[in-house]
């Protein structure tokens, strides 16, 4: 079993239990991500504190009460380990029956968007009728119910000074944080917050913070552009980083150059998704046997033997890893979540943390990419009503950053990002620093400052968050300064603004707010659905919001009204703020405009799944549709995995980056789109699966 997580590892802000329904119903909610999950009884139960022993992982907190039956949402996915830490089966539970042939230990609820164990002790079935599933026990008993929150606090800060050789020896501590050395990492779960960075007079760090013993080094040049790429690598490989000439990676027993023809940068990039990928490969022979659907596809390929190497160690594993070259297996990887570009300066090692801990592919661009311009380069001029186009703020600079491959594309560095995120340090400061909100509540505020815009108050009947949330969506009209100043100082979660903002702000009835002016910011996202709303937003990012949406341009009306529509209904479904902007893109050519600023991670409200699901759907051919199904990751959580419905092979799909494709009747494909309100993508346009059938695809 993966090794126990530190205390200290621990946040303060744990989370807690309430009765819903007169006592029929127990109610999980964790106040840092301010997600649910609800378990429902057949009568009245009587919680009270458990003891948080004996689980099979860590946990934060439990409680204990006696029912013979709990209810949970169809679709819920569960692993059923014995009482001595072994998993039985992987249980989804949208149709069928299954029971145990032995007293199950615990029930680990792997597609909660909390860790959710349940102690049980007892044989168990578990059955569904299409609208809920039910776990049944053999007889009334006590259960235990574990919680633990996905929000990770690092657990430490190291100090570094202005020397690159001391970001080096920072980096090199990155693998502290990883909760086992087993391949077993390649888990989200599995893998801790690198210890922070911080810039001082003398490098120090936490006498706990030991580096792995994983015998791996990664030897490159004391210059920040070799550092800052290889951020990723050395946390996930626990590897040790030091000062040499020629870059390279070395195990006990080998050495791999790290400056091939494809460059260092390249080449560190696709170590590091190619090792990645191995370890997931392999992991089914482990603890987890979940087979995934791609590995059948690449046996042949490798000269492995899966059950021999899985039982090696990390080095052992690396050297076979390598042995087989890496566009061998390229084409069958998933495409990978993130690359973030991350200008080499010395402020900007305090972001390696925040980017290791995302697995994300970094990139040091030249300075000579960032060029002014007195206007919008023509792919933003393109989409805008006229020519005449006013910048976000005439003293902004245009960078157009060099095109990548992954899902998502982060900026980490001055200027207005053009076909790219803009993220800041503060933004993932935000991250770790979020102690949640005293209410359970998820607050939604719609302002409306345009009296000709006033029919898009519809968008309040689009943000459609499950029955399992506490929402609180409100619309007000026509606000004054003062009224919308005092709103941004509230603490509300998602603030959705329609209107006008122009250079010197956001216009009011009675005059116009600089966001610049605001002395504090407690609005933690928000969309300005507004012309040239970019240096107003990254006002409210700087004055303390997490994440926001904005605009680099003019838009026009409709496809504003259309885009801030579907960002209304997808942020409602549990999309994070980049996914949710990347689909929505779909459905306007006018998406172009629009980007996420300060952390893309953020979400309103999170599914009780590790993933949220979009739809696209081909020309049908005879008798079936090809359908695509693309699995957009919610955070950190590069490395899950799904069940798909009406995959009949009984294998799992690698999130993100693996899309699951699927032939399906007109009657399927129907039975598709009523599972789960999702975007459809069919010829171009994008579509809400609970307002079309098979027969309106034509």
């Known amino acids: 079993m993966p090794r126990n997580e530190d205390a200290s590892d621990r946040n303060a802000s744990v989370p807690t239990f309430e009765r819903l329904s007169g006592g029929r119903a127990v109610r999980i909610w964790d106040p840092i991500e301010k997600v649910s999950f609800v378990f429902r009884t057949p009568s009245r139960v009587e919680p009270r504190r458990g003891s948080t022993e004996g689980f099979p992982f860590p946990i934060d907190t439990a409680v204990e009460f006696r029912t013979d039956r709990l209810d949970v949402p169809c679709g819920t996915m569960f692993?059923?380990?014995?009482?001595?830490?072994?998993?039985?089966?992987?249980?989804?539970?949208?149709?069928?029956?299954?029971?145990?042939?032995?007293?199950?230990?615990?029930?680990?609820?792997?597609?909660?968007?909390?860790?959710?164990?349940?102690?049980?002790?007892?044989?168990?079935?578990?059955?569904?009728?299409?609208v809920s599933a039910t776990v049944e026990l053999a007889e009334e008993s006590t259960v235990r119910l574990g919680v633990r929150s996905y929000h990770e606090s690092p657990a430490g800060s190291?100090?570094?000074?202005?020397?690159?050789?001391?970001?080096?020896?920072?980096?090199?501590?990155?693998?502290?944080?990883?909760?086992?050395?087993?391949l077993e990492r390649s888990f989200p779960t599995l893998r801790g917050h690198p210890p922070l960075v911080e810039r001082g007079e003398e490098f120090?760090?936490?006498?706990?913070?030991?580096?792995?013993?994983?015998?791996?080094?990664?030897?490159?040049?004391?210059?920040?552009?070799?550092?800052?790429?290889?951020?990723?690598?050395?946390?996930?490989?626990?590897?040790?980083?030091?000062?040499?000439?020629?870059?390279?990676?070395?195990?006990?027993?080998?050495?791999?150059?790290?400056?091939?023809?494809?460059?260092f940068e390249r080449t560190v990039s696709e170590l590091l998704q190619h090792v990645f990928f191995c370890d997931c490969l392999l992991r089914e022979e482990g603890f987890y046997p979940a087979p995934l659907h791609v590995r059948s596809d690449v046996e042949s390929l490798v000269d492995f033997d899966?059950?021999?190497?899985?039982?090696?160690?990390?080095?052992?594993q690396l050297e076979a890893y390598l042995s087989v070259p890496f566009d061998r297996l390229e084409p069958h990887r998933p495409v990978w979540n993130l690359v973030v570009d991350v200008e080499p300066t010395k402020r900007n090692a305090e972001a390696l943390p925040y980017v290791s801990n995302d697995l994300a592919l970094v990139r040091c661009p030249e300075t000579s990419v960032r060029t002014p311009t007195s206007g919008p380069p023509q792919e933003i001029a393109d989409f805008c009503r006229s020519g005449a186009v006013?910048?976000?703020?005439?003293?902004?600079?245009?960078?157009?950053p060099e095109e990548s491959e992954t899902l998502h594309h982060e900026w980490l560095g001055?200027?207005?990002?053009?076909?790219?995120?803009?993220?800041?340090?503060?933004?993932?400061?935000?991250?770790?620093?979020?102690?949640?909100?005293?209410s359970s509540t998820i607050d939604v505020r719609i302002v409306c400052n345009d009296p000709k815009m006033a029919a898009e108050g519809r968008v309040t009947e689009l943000y459609g968050f499950r029955e399992t949330t506490d929402h609180d969506i409100d619309i007000r009209y026509d606000l004054s300064v003062d009224e919308l100043r005092s709103l941004f100082a509230a603490d509300i979660d998602f603030l959705h603004y329609i209107?006008?903002?122009?250079?010197?702000?956001?216009?009011?009835?009675?005059?116009?707010?600089d966001t610049t002016t605001l002395d504090e910011v407690r609005v933690r996202s928000f969309l300005l659905n507004a012309c040239r709303s970019y240096h107003q937003s990254m006002a409210l990012i700087e004055k303390g919001s997490r994440g926001g949406i904005a605009t680099l341009s003019d838009v026009s009306n409709a496809p504003a009204t259309e885009i801030g529509s579907w960002l209304a209904r997808l942020l409602g479904r549990g999309y994070t703020l980049r996914n949710a902007l990347s689909v929505a893109r779909t459905s306007t050519l006018g998406g172009n405009q629009y980007v996420v600023l300060g952390d893309g991670e953020t979400i309103l409200c999170q599914t009780f799944v590790t993933s949220t699901t979009s739809v696209t759907v081909g020309?049908?051919?005879?008798?079936?549709f090809p359908v695509t199904l693309k699995m957009h990751v919610n955070k950190s959580q590069i490395g899950s995995y799904a069940e798909v419905t009406r995959d009949e092979s009984d294998r799992y799909y690698l999130i993100p980056g693996t899309d699951a494709t699927l032939h399906l009747t007109a009657d399927e494909l129907d039975e598709l789109f009523e599972l789960e309100p999702a975007p459809v993508e069919y010829e171009g346009e994008l579509y809400w699966s609970t307002e079309i059938t098979a027969d309106d695809l034509h």
């Open 414 to 438: 001055d200027g207005v990002p053009i076909g790219s995120n803009k993220v800041t340090l503060d933004s993932y400061r935000r991250r770790i620093e979020d102690s949640g909100s005293e």
């Open 306 to 316: 899966f059950a021999d190497l899985y039982d090696r160690s990390l080095s052992e």
């Open 390 to 400: 006013s910048v976000p703020e005439p003293s902004e600079t245009f960078v157009s």
């Open 204 to 263: 120090s760090l936490p006498p706990t913070l030991e580096r792995p013993d994983t015998g791996v080094r990664l030897v490159v040049p004391p210059k920040r552009k070799y550092v800052y790429p290889a951020a990723s690598l050395a946390y996930y490989l626990g590897a040790e980083v030091v000062t040499g000439c020629t870059p390279r990676l070395e195990t006990p027993d080998s050495d791999y150059s790290l400056d091939g023809s494809a460059g």
């Open 158 to 182: 190291i100090t570094v000074t202005d020397d690159v050789e001391d970001v080096m020896r920072a980096v090199s501590r990155f693998g502290s944080a990883l909760k086992t050395l087993s």
């Open 79 to 130: 692993n059923a380990w014995d009482e001595s830490g072994t998993i039985l089966e992987s249980i989804h539970t949208d149709g069928g029956v299954w029971t145990s042939s032995q007293p199950v230990g615990f029930l680990e609820v792997v597609s909660a968007p909390i860790r959710l164990y349940i102690a049980v002790g007892r044989p168990v079935t578990t059955r569904t009728d299409g």
């Open 619 to 624: 020309e049908r051919v005879g008798d079936t």
């Open 499 to 513: 209107g006008h903002v122009d250079g010197r702000g956001i216009e009011c009835r009675d005059g116009v707010l």
